[in-house]
């Protein structure tokens, strides 16, 4: 069985946890995030509040190029860009939770909201 260590040990490191964030809609979310999840979770807030435009082909234009987290939140209103997002994940192997939303890969969660 594994041990799950103690808070207070150097072995419970905090997660580190990339927010992707699209305008204003994700506020409460990540403020929730901030106030419940601050003794375990490390949250770098990444936003892109460029105007988009309707279709985007490459994403990578608006998400940075490394990505070093250990899960990475989709609130993204886009669909290209959560699209890009996930691929850029699964290359790296980083688990990315969008929830709400229709799952276009299979490497990502998308509990119902």
Known sequence: MTRIPDRDTPAARRQCVWAFIQ???AAAKVTGIQSFGDDIIEL??????ADLPTIIDDGSVYLPDQIR?????DLLVHPDL???L?????ARKIPIVASG???????I???PT
């Open 82 to 84: 959560s699209y890009d």
């Open 69 to 73: 987290a250990d899960l990475v939140l």
């Open 109 to 111: 969660l998308a509990p």
């Open 101 to 107: 939303k229709k799952a276009a890969l299979p490497s």
């Open 44 to 49: 770098t807030s990444v936003h892109i509040d």
């Open 23 to 25: 305008g204003a809609r």
């Open 86 to 90: 996930a691929a850029l994940c699964a």
